[in-house]
């Protein structure tokens, strides 16, 4: 799935515009990029934390003639997953709808509750 590809699906799943879906998937990825260079950890409970880790400098070989070359210290995003993430994609848990499921369960317990009545 590529950017195009996620933005169809949110737009379809929640009846918004692409263009709008576009533009707030822009805005996230900009606020948490933004984040990350500023050091900062990005916390999505279930999904996952988004941090930036430092790599040490250490020496690395050129693959073509084995000479040693320095590789210097860097700083790379890296990735958590959550549990929740862990557990769907393990197969060992279902993914949850993309709605709020108190709403959802409340309003399927109130309609069963009518038709139970209307029995």
Do not use: C, Y
């Not at 050129?62 to 994609?89: C, H, M, W, Y």
């Not at 393990?90 to 309003?107: E, F, L, P």
């Not at 399927?108 to 009545?117: C, H, N, Q, Y």
């Amino acid at each position: 799935m590529n950017r195009a590809d996620l933005i169809s699906d949110i737009a379809e799943l929640t009846g918004q515009p692409k263009t709008e879906i576009g533009t707030t998937m822009k805005a996230l990825i900009h606020s948490i990029t933004s984040a990350l260079s500023k050091g900062e950890k990005v916390t999505l409970v279930g999904f996952g934390t988004f941090e930036r880790r430092t790599r040490q400098a250490r020496t690395g070989r050129n693959p073509r003639t084995l000479a040693p070359l320095r590789i210097p210290a860097s700083r790379v995003p890296a990735f958590r997953p959550g549990q929740e993430l862990k557990d769907v994609v393990n197969g060992s848990s279902r993914q949850r709808g993309w709605h709020d499921s108190s709403a959802k369960s409340t309003s399927s317990k109130k309609s069963s509750k009518k038709t139970a009545k209307r029995r």
